[in-house]
């Protein structure tokens, strides 16, 4: 059974840092991509960045490109979301999600394993 289990989330203030990590179990992680979403209270479940099965590739939305960064470490089996310069506006849940080797999968539907999620607060 796949299980995705995110931490790192909390509150801040605008300008900060915070270090997402996703630990996956319970499947080959080497050939699966790994993404990160975020949905805010009224709002749809958007994407923020991808990284490729082998951490060659990587792909963001473009509100959170040039201050997040999606890594991966398949000897640990887990997937981290570097994020800088927080804005009140990336205040959300923050979800790993992971599709075995999907290169372009941006969309939720294209995301069949997903974890419960960690919030992340920003303050103006």
């Known amino acids: 059974q796949v299980r995705l289990v995110e931490s790192g989330g909390g509150l801040v203030q605008a300008g900060a840092s915070l270090r997402l990590s996703c630990a996956a179990s319970?499947?080959?992680?080497?050939?699966?991509?790994m993404a990160w979403f975020r949905q805010a209270p009224g709002k749809e479940r958007e994407f923020v960045a991808a990284?490729?099965?082998?951490?060659?590739?990587?792909s963001y939305a473009d509100s959170v490109k040039g201050r997040f960064t999606i890594s991966r470490d398949n000897a640990k089996n887990t997937v981290y979301l570097q994020m800088n310069s927080l804005k009140p506006d990336d205040t959300a849940a923050y979800y790993c999600?992971?599709?075995?080797?999907?290169?372009?999968?941006?969309?939720?539907?294209?995301?069949?394993?997903w974890g419960q999620g960690t919030q992340v607060t920003v303050s103006s």
């Open positions: 990284v490729s099965w082998t951490g060659s590739t990587t």
């Open positions: 319970g499947l080959t992680f080497s050939i699966y991509t």
């Open positions: 999600a992971a599709v075995i080797k999907s290169p372009t999968a941006r969309a939720p539907n294209d995301y069949p394993h």
